[in-house]
């Protein structure tokens, strides 16, 4: 039996005959059947651990399938070749940007195929390898302005990094391009960016696999939806068809109930205030944040909203205006002394910021709280132990052990895991960067309610999202920025799409007082 909705004349870009794939007792792929056509984007969604990333892998190479036959263009596969794919024209963008922090943009984009000075040398040509470079960043819409071709890669923020990633695979021309939750930390305007080369790639004949958890671009941008739940292919949808409520039922396996943001606090204390404050690309910003509250940044790529999260957290130096913070004088010399302050920070990409991937969980979890653990100095494997079972169970962390390693997890409970060592250390203030980053929407419900129980429970939560449906769902206030500073300020009744984008893009009022 076929997969595809209905026998007709596409062109097959790919082919799959009964993939299936195992690791130990459990089974994470069983695909019988499945084509994906040319000339089409195919959606793919279902929850972390529905076999999204093994079926990408099997497709590009880098899993060995257990069992089963891959066609690309017509042609067997090579499985567990990443050469044999790319020699195929498939190309993947990946959500774990595989690039080299210690080389150059240039070298990046074009590495396993620099251009050499003639076909007998080895030496590369270096005027070349930077012009290509540079060209295939304008065919993303990224000037010279926005990022050097020059510049370590390790020195950019994740969203430059992102659209690197996009760039690399389409100066490859690929006849099969996989994009493995491309827009995760976009804004909207590089999102839409990212979502027209799809299309455009489909046009032109090649084939695209879309993989997201942002199920508006994937039903917008798609020709058909495919649902995976538990390694295997539950739904095959139609545009018509694949309604968000129909793909959350497909994706879960029962109707799902989302809640939004409760009521602002009345009469609550200021908890956080900061006037004129600057910081290398901010500012002079001014906010303030009620204990209590949830209120949102928003903005463009760039925009300087990641920016502001790292000032008020103490990561990036301020260089000028002040901050308060439970109404004392809050001057950061560094992420340290924020952490004392009653500061929380959880970051945008929590593999390289927040976890020590081969590292167990109970490592993970207690790291901020050791010294409080330890009696008279010493700490015993036992009460750290203890203490990151009751840590993890408080925030639903859903695993084997506290021993396993939290790079084990998937993306959602690697991500319950950060806010459970962040709520562990009882802060008064809680700053959250892209929260729910490359999660599923039912780990997204669930960090939801978590940030919510952190403002009922007190706490000040100041929330930096690209997502503008999860800011008008979850926020009380939302902040948006453009170039570094404040351009408005918008209760939640008053909040929608139009009006945020048209404040980020710089043509909206802006804010010249504190933001109370």
């Known amino acids: ?12 870009s790919a082919r799959l005959w009964g993939v299936q794939k195992s690791y130990g007792p459990v089974r994470v792929l069983d695909i019988p059947e499945l084509e994906i056509y040319a000339g089409e984007v195919t959606g793919v969604v279902g929850e972390n651990g529905a076999g999204k990333s093994t079926l990408i892998g099997t497709l590009s190479g880098s899993v060995y399938p257990d069992s089963g036959e891959i066609e690309i263009g017509g042609v067997p596969l090579a499985v567990g ?3 044999s794919a790319a020699h195929r024209g ?17 070298e990046n984009m074009l590495l396993g195929r620099r251009p050499r000075v003639s076909k007998r040398r080895v030496l590369v040509d270096y005027r070349a390898q930077r012009a290509e470079a540079a060209a295939m960043l304008k065919e993303v819409g990224l000037s010279p302005k926005q990022v050097s071709v020059n510049r370590q890669v390790r020195t950019l923020p994740v969203p430059t990094r992102q659209m690197l990633e996009i760039a690399k695979a389409w100066g490859r021309e690929p006849t099969l391009l996989i994009l493995d939750e491309p827009t995760s930390s976009l804004g ?3 999102a839409k960016m990212v979502l027209g080369l799809a299309r455009t790639l489909a046009d032109r004949g090649g084939a695209v696999l879309f993989i997201g958890h942002r199920l508006d671009e994937v039903r917008a941008v798609s020709d058909r939806v495919l ?7 539950v739904a095959d949808l139609q545009p018509a068809e694949a309604s968000e409520e129909r793909l959350i039922r497909e994706m879960v396996g029962a109707e799902f109930a989302r809640s939004g943001a409760k009521a602002k606090p009345d009469h609550a204390r200021v908890l956080f205030k900061a006037e004129g404050l600057t910081a290398d690309g901010l500012g002079p910003v001014d906010i303030e944040l009620q204990a209590g509250e949830i209120l949102g940044v928003a903005g463009l790529m760039g925009s300087g ?3 502001l999260i790292h000032t008020v957290a103490g990561a990036q130096p301020a260089t000028g205006g002040s901050m308060e913070l439970a109404g004392r004088s809050y001057w950061p010399r560094g992420p340290a002394d924020g952490t004392a302050a009653g500061i929380a920070l959880i970051p945008e990409d929590r593999k390289q910021q927040a976890l020590v991937l081969f590292a167990p969980i109970h490592s993970n979890v207690t790291v901020s709280i050791l010294r409080k653990l330890a009696s008279k100095g010493i700490l015993t494997p036992k009460r750290e132990r203890n203490a990151a079972k009751k840590i993890t169970a408080d925030v639903k962390v859903r695993m084997q052990s506290v021993d396993q390693p939290v790079g084990s997890l998937s993306g959602g409970n690697q991500q319950r895991v950060v806010f459970g060592r962040a709520f562990a250390t009882e802060p008064k203030l809680l700053l959250l960067d892209e929260p729910t980053r490359g999660v599923d929407v039912g780990a997204k419900a669930e960090i939801y309610e978590l940030i919510d129980r952190a403002a009922r429970q ?3 939560v100041l929330v930096a999202s690209s997502e503008l449906e999860e800011l008008l769902w979850m926020c009380h206030r939302i902040v948006v920025m453009n170039q570094g500073l404040v351009v408005d300020v918008i209760d939640r009744e008053d909040a929608t799409k ?5 404040a980020a893009a710089g043509s909206g009022p802006r804010a010249t007082g504190a933001l109370a």
């Open 498 to 502: 139009e009006r945020i984008m048209t």
């Open 90 to 106: 498939v190309a993947l963008v990946s959500q774990e940007f595989p690039l080299v922090g210690q080389l150059s943009v240039a």
């Open 227 to 233: 649902v995976l739940r538990n390694g295997r292919l």
């Open 188 to 190: 909207p305007v590089e």
């Open 1 to 12: 039996m076929t997969v595809a909705n209905e026998p007709h004349s596409r062109a097959v």
């Open 458 to 460: 007190g706490m000040g």
């Open 81 to 83: 070749s990443t050469g």
């Open 305 to 307: 909203r990641s920016r």
